[in-house]
């Protein structure tokens, strides 16, 4: 305070030395400054300011203790306000490469032909059903009309084919029954050609029987007690007995040689005990059996078949042993009849296809949605498998998440998301929850991968694609379009719900099979 004080009073000393500038000269000072000694000058400051030194601490102490409690109560009320925030932060996931997207339904004629109508346009809603084009169908009714007239033919082939089968099968029961003649009239030969030969053996014995009454006629006549006339009546009965014993043998040699047996006069029954199979009648009636049936495709079973064998053969595979019933059987398994048939199946598919490809004229939606990509009028001319627009649907549809490899581990299927889109903003949000994890980085199932051989490795965070479905869309009041952002929530520290909840990997799904007769039969 001392130094303070000389220095203002040497400042006045010097103020009054400093020249008028208005005057131009230089003025002395009014009175002689008074000097104060240094005791008297400290004195003087030192007493006011010991004074005032604890009401000017007490003072900034309130005022620090006012600034903190304004800052304590700031704090507290930007945490209050934060709270659900920080709670939300602390208790998601998420990533803002996320998109819409959804299935697309191809639409694309099956049949080639020229465009008759285009009934529907670009953004126009359908459903699944609606008629969206029409080919000229005209082409595709006269190939019906000729292929219903192939089956017509088809049918009356068959009709023809059956007629001229149930004829054979007619014959072949005659060659049986004159089989079976044949075998029994051997059979009734034979027994003439036995009686014939007891006749023989009978004529023998009325010879001998003549030749020894013609010996005592003799004896009689010579002795007188017979007549010359009773003499030739002896004579005459022995030579009708060996005329009658010669005719005999004639017949049963003749009976031998209608069954195709040499002459054996000393043996006349010397007949092969397979004579009723070998007859030459009996073959004959064979050979036009095995005719017949091969006629109808039925082969037997060895070619060496008595025909004894035969018939024995066809009556166990007669149902009942009856012939009716295997006629039934030759008629029905006929290889005419079924080739026939065949033939009748094969237009009547040919006929089922003209009939598809006449249906396929009209294009129908497979799906509900909306029109896109329409690049058809008509008057074109397309071909099968062309694109000629395609169906959006409005309720297929799911956001895929790039979440990062880091973020993985929180996620898992079932987990509830909240799913924000720039579209709507803050107006409103929707919910979904994830069903599965792609099985490759957007790096692996690129086309051309950024990493090769060449050593240009560079380590970056790899993003994994996730499916999140919406629950509860209803796309006509909110509707969201494939390829809007979104910006998914994971609520990871929430139990995770629904079909395959708490899995990364979504379990084998139950696919029906198939046998491949049932495909053939379908």
């Given at each position: 305070?001392?130094?303070?004080?000389?220095?203002?009073?040497?400042?006045?000393?010097?103020?009054?030395?400093?020249?008028?500038?208005?005057?131009?000269?230089?003025?002395?000072?009014?009175?002689?400054?008074?000097?104060?000694?240094?005791?008297?000058a400290?004195?003087?400051?030192?007493?006011?300011?010991?004074?005032?030194?604890?009401?000017?601490?007490?003072?900034y102490?309130?005022?620090?203790?006012?600034?903190?409690?304004?800052?304590?109560?700031?704090?507290?009320?930007?945490c209050?306000?934060?709270?659900?925030?920080?709670?939300?932060?602390?208790?998601?996931?998420?990533?803002?490469?996320?998109?819409?997207?959804?299935?697309?339904?191809?639409?694309?004629?099956?049949?080639?032909?020229?465009?008759?109508?285009?009934?529907?346009?670009?953004?126009?809603?359908?459903?699944?059903?609606?008629l969206?084009?029409?080919?000229?169908?005209?082409?595709?009714?006269?190939?019906?009309?000729?292929?219903?007239?192939?089956?017509?033919?088809?049918?009356?082939?068959?009709?023809?084919?059956?007629?001229?089968?149930?004829?054979?099968?007619?014959?072949?029961?005659?060659?049986?029954?004159?089989?079976?003649?044949?075998?029994?009239?051997?059979?009734?030969?034979?027994?003439?050609?036995?009686?014939n030969?007891?006749?023989?053996?009978?004529?023998?014995?009325?010879?001998?029987?003549?030749?020894?009454?013609?010996?005592?006629?003799?004896?009689?006549?010579?002795?007188g007690?017979?007549?010359?006339?009773?003499?030739?009546?002896?004579?005459?009965?022995?030579?009708?007995?060996?005329?009658?014993?010669?005719?005999?043998?004639?017949?049963?040699?003749?009976?031998?040689?209608?069954?195709?047996?040499?002459?054996n006069?000393?043996?006349?029954?010397?007949?092969?005990p397979?004579?009723?199979?070998?007859?030459?009648?009996?073959?004959?009636?064979?050979?036009?059996?095995?005719?017949?049936?091969?006629?109808?495709?039925?082969?037997?079973?060895?070619?060496?078949?008595?025909?004894?064998?035969?018939?024995?053969?066809?009556?166990?595979?007669?149902?009942?042993?009856?012939?009716?019933?295997?006629?039934?059987?030759?008629?029905?398994?006929?290889?005419?009849?079924?080739?026939?048939?065949?033939?009748?199946?094969?237009?009547?598919?040919?006929?089922?296809?003209?009939e598809?490809?006449?249906?396929?004229?009209?294009?129908?939606?497979?799906?509900?949605?909306?029109?896109?990509?329409?690049?058809?009028?008509?008057?074109?001319?397309?071909?099968?498998g062309?694109?000629?627009?395609?169906?959006?649907?409005?309720?297929?549809?799911?956001?895929?998440?790039?979440?990062?490899?880091?973020?993985l581990?929180?996620?898992?299927?079932?987990?509830?998301?909240?799913?924000?889109?720039?579209?709507?903003?803050?107006?409103?949000?929707?919910?979904?929850?994830?069903?599965?994890?792609?099985?490759?980085?957007?790096?692996?199932?690129?086309?051309?991968?950024?990493?090769?051989?060449?050593?240009?490795?560079?380590?970056?965070?790899?993003?994994?694609?996730?499916?999140?479905?919406?629950?509860?869309?209803?796309?006509?009041?909110?509707?969201?379009?494939?390829?809007?952002?979104?910006?998914?929530?994971?609520?990871?520290?929430?139990?995770?719900?629904?079909?395959?909840?708490?899995?990364?990997?979504?379990?084998?799904?139950?696919?029906?099979?198939?046998?491949?007769?049932?495909?053939?039969?379908?």
């Amino acid at each position: 305070s001392l130094s303070m004080q000389a220095e203002n009073t040497g400042a006045g000393f010097r103020r009054d030395l400093v020249p008028n500038s208005e005057e131009g000269a230089e003025q002395p000072a009014a009175a002689a400054p008074v000097i104060l000694s240094a005791n008297q000058a400290n004195g003087s400051q030192t007493e006011p300011e010991n004074r005032d030194a604890p009401a000017v601490k007490k003072g900034y102490r309130r005022k620090k203790l006012t600034v903190g409690l304004i800052g304590l109560v700031l704090l507290l009320s930007a945490c209050w306000l934060l709270r659900s925030w920080i709670w939300f932060a602390l208790n998601t996931v998420s990533t803002d490469d996320a998109y819409l997207d959804g299935h697309v339904t191809m639409v694309a004629p099956r049949v080639s032909g020229q465009v008759l109508k285009v009934l529907v346009d670009d953004n126009q809603r359908v459903k699944k059903g609606d008629l969206l084009v029409q080919l000229d169908p005209e082409p595709y009714r006269v190939q019906v009309a000729i292929i219903q007239s192939q089956v017509k033919a088809a049918q009356t082939d068959i009709n023809v084919t059956r007629a001229d089968v149930e004829k054979t099968v007619a014959l072949f029961k005659s060659s049986w029954f004159l089989l079976v003649h044949s075998m029994e009239n051997v059979e009734k030969q034979l027994a003439m050609l036995r009686s014939n030969v007891a006749l023989v053996d009978k004529e023998n014995a009325t010879r001998v029987l003549a030749q020894k009454d013609l010996v005592r006629i003799r004896e009689l006549v010579e002795r007188g007690a017979a007549t010359a006339e009773d003499l030739d009546v002896a004579v005459a009965k022995l030579n009708e007995a060996e005329s009658n014993v010669t005719s005999a043998k004639e017949v049963v040699q003749e009976n031998r040689t209608d069954l195709g047996l040499p002459v054996n006069i000393e043996k006349p029954l010397d007949v092969p005990p397979d004579l009723a199979e070998t007859y030459s009648l009996v073959r004959e009636a064979q050979a036009n059996l095995l005719q017949q049936l091969a006629s109808v495709g039925y082969v037997p079973r060895s070619d060496k078949l008595t025909p004894t064998g035969l018939m024995q053969e066809i009556k166990k595979e007669s149902p009942q042993g009856e012939l009716d019933l295997f006629c039934r059987q030759l008629i029905m398994n006929a290889p005419q009849i079924k080739q026939a048939e065949s033939r009748l199946v094969e237009t009547q598919k040919q006929l089922a296809s003209a009939e598809l490809n006449l249906e396929y004229c009209n294009i129908y939606s497979e799906i509900d949605g909306v029109i896109t990509r329409r690049n058809v009028n008509p008057g074109n001319y397309v071909d099968p498998g062309q694109s000629v627009m395609a169906v959006r649907s409005l309720t297929e549809i799911w956001v895929n998440a790039n979440f990062k490899e880091t973020q993985l581990d929180y996620l898992r299927i079932g987990q509830r998301v909240r799913l924000d889109f720039d579209m709507y903003g803050d107006t409103h949000t929707f919910y979904g929850r994830i069903t599965g994890f792609s099985m490759g980085t957007g790096q692996t199932l690129a086309l051309l991968p950024s990493q090769n051989a060449t050593g240009n490795f560079i380590k970056i965070v790899q993003r994994l694609p996730v499916r999140i479905e919406l629950t509860d869309y209803n796309p006509d009041h909110d509707t969201l379009f494939t390829g809007l952002s979104a910006v998914p929530y994971v609520f990871y520290k929430e139990p995770a719900t629904g079909p395959n909840a708490g899995m990364r990997l979504q379990r084998n799904a139950p696919v029906p099979s198939v046998a491949p007769a049932q495909l053939e039969s379908e």
